[in-house]
């Protein structure tokens, strides 16, 4: 690789409809750009690096272990479409033997890779970045292969929980998160979906806090995963709306430990295929207009080409398939003291798989946005 990698990468999938999970993570103690930073009288503080974060020529090498999900295939399908990847292996244990669909660059065949197998490719030096899309608590002895091998200067980017806790991790939300910090980096958690959407509907806000905000979140069964379940049965799902992990879910963690306060997340799963709508309440400590909070986000996430700000609330048909996130709402109570700020975002892309590829572009000297449809 013409830049040279540093910090650890890899990227797992981690399921928002999973409750609390087995393992336990050390809360960390990485704050992101945000807290005191976030000031409406200023210009956005930690603005895109875009192109300017061009520095590399050279394809990368890439392996994503744990491709069966349906944020496997939206990673296939932007690798492809990106000029400075090279796919050359893709893990899935009940896909092997199959040849790989939606990538034209050359034909891979699904392999079942084991940590054996990581370790020599890593030793080997074949790879310059790994994808982790595997379930919570699966991709330990991955990344323990990559690290024994001495493979450290490869980027590893991990989609699950796992490392979302780790302060050895790079939290991987580059619209909150220091862009330099994850350009220097060669191990990137990814955040989780949910966690996302609701950290950018937050994070403006935070001097303005009066209260522990509440979000009332709504996904669609992809969500779920491909794994049949009461969360992903349409005919369960169609005209209801199931609630879960009512507290202490993992994201809700998340989201209080990256902003450092304490919220309160309610999820439910309902019956479109992708997309998240978020109705975030917001005590605030003193009064403000609609037009005063709107203001706000504006200049917090101005040129920010994956967060829009629209007036009314946005819907999720419209998020859907786009790869940005949107906040609208902006609805202030009469007594000036709450705000309902809606967000969308759609799970698979910018809540997984192209927040993935943004955190790589960075990593590896890539531009920003590369490979990315900015609609």
């Known amino acids: 690789m013409a830049k040279r990698l540093s910090s ?6 981690s399921s928002a409809f999973s409750p609390r999970p087995a393992f336990i993570f050390r809360q960390s103690s990485f704050q992101p750009v945000c807290t005191s930073r976030f000031n409406s009288t200023t210009a956005n503080p930690n603005p895109p690096l875009g192109s300017k974060n061009s520095s590399n020529t050279r394809p990368a090498k ?3 272990i744990g491709a069966r999900g349906y944020t496997g295939q939206a ?54 970045c790994w994808v982790m899309a595997l379930p919570n608590g699966v991709c330990e002895p991955y ?103 009512l507290t202490d879910h993992i994201h809700e963690r998340e989201i209080s430990n990256q902003l450092g306060h ?15 709508h978020h109705s975030i309440s917001i005590p605030l400590a003193k009064k403000l207009t609609s037009r005063d909070v709107r203001n706000i986000y504006q200049d917090r996430f101005a040129g920010e080409p994956l967060v829009k700000i629209v007036g009314e609330a946005p819907s999720v048909k419209a998020i859907a398939g786009r790869h940005s996130v949107e906040v609208g709402g902006f609805a202030v109570h009469s007594s000036g003291h709450r705000v309902v700020i809606c967000v969308t975002i ?17 990593a590896l000297g890539f531009g920003e946005y590369e490979g990315i449809p900015l609609d």
């Open 8 to 13: 650890r990468a890899a990227v797992q999938y």
């Open 62 to 64: 890439c392996a994503l």
């Open 75 to 128: 990673l296939i399908d932007l690798f492809n479409k990106h000029s400075n990847f090279d796919l050359r292996h893709v893990s899935s244990r009940e896909l092997a033997g199959q040849k790989v669909n939606g990538y034209n660059k050359r034909e891979i065949l699904y392999e079942n890779l084991n940590p054996d197998d990581i370790r020599q490719m890593a030793s080997n030096n074949e790879i310059d």
């Open 143 to 245: 990344i323990n292969a990559i690290d024994e091998s001495g493979g450290n200067e490869s980027v590893v980017v991990d989609l699950s929980a796992d490392h979302r806790f780790d302060e050895r991790w790079t939290y991987g939300l580059p619209e909150l998160v220091d862009r330099a910090k994850i350009a220097k980096s060669t191990r990137i958690s990814n955040p989780g979906c949910y966690a996302t959407a609701a950290q950018i509907g937050i994070a403006p806000m935070l001097k303005y806090l009066g209260g522990q905000p509440t979000i009332f979140g709504v996904s669609g069964y992809s969500g779920a995963g491909t794994k049949p379940s009461p969360k992903n049965d349409v005919k369960n799902l169609t005209n209801n709306l199931i609630p879960y992990s």
């Open 262 to 276: 304490d919220v309160a997340f309610i999820p439910h799963v309902a019956v479109w295929f992708q997309g998240i």
């Open 346 to 362: 759609d799970n698979l892309l910018k809540g997984a798989a192209t927040q993935g590829l943004q955190n790589l572009n960075l």
